[in-house]
């Protein structure tokens, strides 16, 4: 297989409802799945799609093309706080100063003046499940809808002490990215930085990592002499082990598995006094913790805090989750949820294994629109439904990885399970303008 195929055609293009059904979806199945919505006699069927990220996005525009398409009558609203979405894909190259971020920001134009969809510049602050409204920021303001698409990406749990504004997670948000850029920038010599990887699952399995590689090698590039830190939830580097051992022992990096984070001082107004104090845990074969070391501290200069990840808070404050995260019928993202009937979860906030990656959740996306509209023309879902998941990175100043999975609908377990992987059979060069292409196809498909 070519480089520039990324893994197993793992390929984002501007596919057709069929294409993508062909190559993804599997078998016409005549069961249900999806909840069944009455006809409607007095206009267009009312999407409403809150997040603009690769699902919302994805789902805004697919809405439009698959329902004429269909000869189906839609009209979608899409509900963003932002006026651009600022990808996390090719976020590590912005944070080694070899992309400028505004590269990274997507508008919504397209999705208006190309697709037809109504954007609203608001946040959602409530959602009447049974009335099927949602209320906007001014508490007044309300959208009605037939569907209703979720995507609002993940939130983190909290950490004492933490104060995000000094210890940037910088896994999510334009601002979070710029702070840890600037922390980089203004590194001391002989400085100390840590990185905390969260446990899983959270957003990007390799990222963490691939962030620490690029990290240490960015600040051995510029003579730093730089005491690196990875502390890991893991009980050891979950994703390409030996790849990521051998480069941090190139680059010198301290790895401790098993970390579990107990506090942090986030230090004061001028950036100093950051400290991050952690336990080592002791498991068992089954992972069950059966015993944790002392306390160890470990005053640095910056502190990359990946916390653990838990869906948005407008899942939880609507209801939507069980845990941390928001149960869906990977059928058609559909609630499982008593009473939230008609609502639909993508992306990081859904609770089915596919990895969360923002390729993933333009795929679900178009699972959802499809089976939505689908059941709208009076069908049913497709039975077997594909999610392709790629991603692509660099892990040094001049080497990219790549990895690609795909997921398969079981029907014995009602839920997705990984059926095919492989990842780059070493770091290079040669997979630098391949990495550029699938980004710029998946950002083009997404938003464009």
């Known amino acids: 297989m070519s480089n520039s195929s990324i893994a197993l055609e793992v390929r984002q293009a501007m596919w057709s409802r069929r294409g993508f059904l062909k190559a993804g979806a599997g078998m016409l199945a005549g069961l249900a799945g999806l909840s069944a919505l009455p006809a409607r006699a007095d206009g267009p069927y009312r999407i409403v799609v809150v997040g603009g990220g690769f699902g919302g996005a994805t789902a805004a525009k697919y809405f439009k093309l698959w329902g004429q398409e269909s000869g189906l009558d839609v009209a979608v609203t899409l509900i963003e706080p932002n006026a651009k979405y600022s990808s996390p894909i090719l976020s590590g190259m912005v944070v080694t100063r070899q992309l400028e971020i505004d590269r990274l920001d997507f508008g919504f134009d397209r999705l208006q003046d190309v697709h037809g969809v109504t954007l609203l510049q608001d946040r959602v602050t409530g959602i009447d499940a ?34 995000k504004d000094k210890i940037p997670h910088a896994w999510s948000g334009r601002d979070q990215l ?9 590194f001391p010599d002989g400085g100390t930085f840590v990185l905390k990887v ?37 009980a050891d580097i979950a994703v390409e082990p030996d790849t990521f051992h051998g480069l941090y022992d190139d680059f010198g990096v301290e790895y401790y598995g098993n970390v579990q984070v107990e506090r942090v001082n986030s230090g004061d107004a001028e950036g100093r006094g950051k400290s991050i104090t952690y336990v080592t ?22 502190i990359n805090l990946i916390g653990d990840h838990k869906a948005a808070d407008l899942i939880f404050d609507a209801g939507l989750n069980d845990g941390n995260w928001a149960p869906v019928n990977p059928l058609t993202y559909e609630s499982t949820v008593a009473g939230k009937e008609y609502i639909h979860i993508l992306g990081d906030a ?6 969360k990656a923002g390729q993933a959740a333009n795929n679900e996306a178009k699972v959802c629109v499809d089976a939505i509209l689908r059941t709208l023309g009076g069908d049913s879902p497709y039975a077997t439904p594909i999610v392709t998941v790629g991603c692509s990175a660099p892990v040094t100043q001049t080497k990219v990885n790549w990895a690609g999975n795909v997921w398969r609908y079981n029907d014995g377990t009602l839920n997705m399970e990984k059926v095919a992987g492989k990842f780059a059979p070493e770091p290079s060069e040669a997979n630098w303008q391949p990495m550029l292409q699938w980004a710029h196809n998946l950002f083009a498909d997404s938003f464009g």
């Open 130 to 163: 049974a009335g099927k409204i949602v209320t906007l920021s001014d508490g007044s303001t309300t959208v009605a809808y037939d569907r209703l698409i979720l995507s609002p990406g993940i939130g983190f749990v909290d950490v004492d002490g933490w104060e």
């Open 178 to 186: 710029q702070i840890l850029t600037q922390q980089l920038a203004d």
């Open 198 to 234: 969260p446990a899983a699952p959270y957003r990007c399995p390799p990222g963490p990592y691939e962030r620490a590689s690029t990290v240490a090698d960015y600040l051995r590039a510029n003579n730093k002499n730089a005491r690196v830190v990875v502390l890991d939830a893991q």
């Open 281 to 302: 845990l002791e498991k068992d074969v089954d992972g069950t913790v059966i015993g944790q070391s002392a306390e160890q501290t470990i005053e640095a200069d910056v």
């Open 350 to 355: 859904q609770g089915t294994p596919i990895v």
